[in-house]
């Protein structure tokens, strides 16, 4: 699948944003979605995971509770929902897709994943 991320922003601490990612192909559906972000100087971090059946879901600790993974398989697209946003949530977040099912220890490496969005900058101001 080829993936199209959208909806970063400029957004004050406490704002919200959602992100989209955009599939294209009729396999979205069984493939398993992601968003990781990347800030200037730092390494790429997971940020969250939803299986292909929208049933297993994961957050790095650093989002969890702030931030909700959604997708709907009907209109190829998947969601990243994000309240309560903090100064270091500033990133170029991606979007990606695993083809093969992934175990619980592989789905917070980017490496596993095969098809990967162009980025979309999210900024937050203090």
């Known amino acids: 699948v080829q993936l199209q991320a959208s909806g970063g922003g400029l957004v004050q601490a406490g704002g919200s944003l959602r992100l989209s990612c955009a599939a294209s192909?009729?396999?979205?559906?069984?493939?398993?979605m992601a968003w990781f972000r990347q800030a200037p100087g730092q390494e790429r971090e997971f940020v969250a995971r939803?299986?292909?059946?929208?049933?297993?879901?994961k957050y790095a600790d650093s989002v969890k509770g702030r931030f909700t993974i959604s997708r709907d398989n009907t209109r190829n697209v998947g969601y990243l929902q994000m309240n309560s946003l903090k100064p270091e949530d500033t990133a170029v977040y991606y979007c990606?897709?695993?083809?093969?099912?992934?175990?619980?220890?592989?789905?917070?490496?980017?490496?596993?994943?095969?098809?990967w969005g162009q980025g979309t900058q999210v900024t937050v101001s203090s």
């Open positions: 939803i299986a292909p059946n929208g049933e297993v879901i």
């Open positions: 990606a897709a695993a083809r093969l099912a992934l175990a619980p220890s592989q789905v917070r490496s980017g490496t596993n994943y095969d098809s």
């Open positions: 192909g009729r396999a979205f559906g069984s493939h398993s």
